[in-house]
């Protein structure tokens, strides 16, 4: 089955101790991307990357950090969260950074830092 | 830059009753639109999208919308709302840049569905 599996479901964690919310997309997608969402405001963009090695910030970028070292891979470095970190979480993916072709979402990582 | 406003952030209907949910966006090109679904604990799920052609897209579960340009509108509706329907909608613009399609999400709207 396609899809993006995202791991934790719901993590609970003390501020400034560093964790990471992994996921993965067995499509061979090319671009990926984490958003954060939050009541009122709908999705934000964090990250994304448009390919192996291709990273880029996206609207809230600060307090995070990504890599891609391989194509199905995108893991969601938080270094030390903070409270206004806590949010729902979400990694996307789509085949490549052009045309207009829909997302697939995980399900979700709901993130409380305390 | 683009941006994207839905109408209402709650919305209630009762069964078999017409959905409308409301939005529209600002961009400064030709825009791709998008209508996703997200159900409780779940992802977003596309529902449609509107790239170019026929203005009136349908989408999954009945729903469908339509692109006006001129009132920079993309609502989305569904006839005969179900139970099933409850859930939230997001309403999303994107447009190609050096980056690729950066995709804009709108701050939701919650449809619940009255027996």
């Known amino acids: 089955e396609a899809q993006v599996t995202q791991n934790p479901r719901y993590l609970i964690t003390v501020t400034g101790k560093k964790l990471t919310v992994t996921c993965s997309q067995n499509?061979?997608?090319?671009?990926m991307s984490w958003y954060r969402q939050d009541p009122g405001l709908g999705l934000r963009q964090i990250y994304y990357?448009?390919?192996?090695?291709?990273?880029d910030k996206g609207d809230v970028p600060e307090g995070y950090k990504v890599s891609r070292k391989e194509k199905r891979n995108f893991p969601l470095i938080l270094e030390s969260p903070s409270p206004n970190q806590t949010s729902l979480y979400f990694c996307?993916?789509?085949?490549?950074?052009?045309?207009?072709?829909?997302?697939?979402f995980g399900s979700g990582t709901r993130l409380t830092v305390v | 830059a683009q941006s994207v406003t839905q109408l209402g952030s709650h919305v209630s209907v009762s069964e078999g009753a017409l959905v409308l949910l409301r939005c529209n966006y600002s961009?400064?090109?030709?825009?791709?639109l998008f209508w996703y679904v997200q159900y409780p604990n779940q992802g977003l799920q596309l529902l449609l999208k509107?790239?170019?052609?026929?203005?009136l897209v349908k989408g999954i579960n009945g729903f469908e919308a339509e692109f006006k340009k001129s009132e920079t509108s993309f609502h989305l509706t569904k006839p005969s709302a179900h139970m099933s329907d409850a859930a939230e909608y997001f309403c999303?613009?994107?447009?190609?840049?050096?980056?690729?399609?950066?995709?804009?999400f709108g701050g939701g709207t919650r449809l619940m569905v009255k027996p």
């Open positions: 499509m061979n997608h090319e671009y």
């Open positions: 961009s400064s090109v030709p825009p791709y």
């Open positions: 990357s448009m390919n192996v090695e291709v990273t």
């Open positions: 509107y790239t170019t052609g026929a203005t």
């Open positions: 999303a613009v994107s447009k190609l840049n050096n980056a690729g399609n950066m995709l804009t």
């Open positions: 996307a993916s789509r085949v490549s950074q052009r045309g207009a072709g829909g997302y697939t």
